[in-house]
C-alpha cells in the first residue's frame, strides 16, 4: 500500500512559479514510477509528466513542455513538480499518482495510487 500526499499548490499570476510535492509513504517508493496528472472544472483528468524508475526517464504533455520539470528524491520518498512561467489554462486541481512499473505510464487507468490533489490557480 502506498499513501500520496500533494502539497505546494495556491493562487499565482500569469508567470509565475510553483512547485509542487508529492509525499509517499508506505512500500517501495523507490520501485516505482510517478506521475503527476491535473484536472479542470467540467474536464477529464489529463496527463501532465511522469518519470519513471530506476532511470528518472520522464515524459511531459506537449503543452507543458519547456516549463514544467518533474523530479524525485528516492531518499526523501518524494516527487517534485516545478512548474515555470505558469498559465491561466494550467489552472486546475493537480494529482500524483503512482504505479510498480519500470515503464513510464501517462494515462490514468495506469495508476493504482492516488493522493488527494492540490488546487493551482493562475490568474491572468
Known amino acids: 500500500q502506498v499513501q500520496l500526499v500533494e502539497s505546494g499548490g495556491g493562487l499565482v499570476q500569469a508567470g509565475d512559479s510553483l512547485r509542487l510535492s508529492c509525499a509517499a509513504s508506505?512500500?517501495?517508493?523507490?520501485?516505482?514510477?510517478m506521475g503527476w496528472f491535473r484536472q479542470a472544472p467540467g474536464k477529464e483528468r489529463e496527463f501532465v509528466a511522469a518519470?519513471?524508475?530506476?532511470?528518472?526517464?520522464?515524459k511531459y504533455t506537449d503543452s507543458v513542455k519547456g516549463r514544467f520539470t518533474i523530479s524525485r528524491d528516492n531518499a526523501k520518498n518524494t516527487v517534485y513538480l516545478q512548474m515555470n512561467s505558469l498559465k491561466p489554462e494550467d489552472t486546475a486541481v493537480y494529482y500524483c499518482a503512482a504505479e510498480q512499473t519500470m515503464t513510464i505510464p501517462f494515462t490514468p487507468d495506469r495508476y493504482t495510487y492516488w493522493g488527494q490533489g492540490t488546487q493551482v490557480t493562475v490568474s491572468a
Open positions: 508506505g512500500r517501495t517508493f523507490s520501485t516505482r514510477a
Open positions: 518519470i519513471s524508475w530506476p532511470y528518472g526517464f520522464t
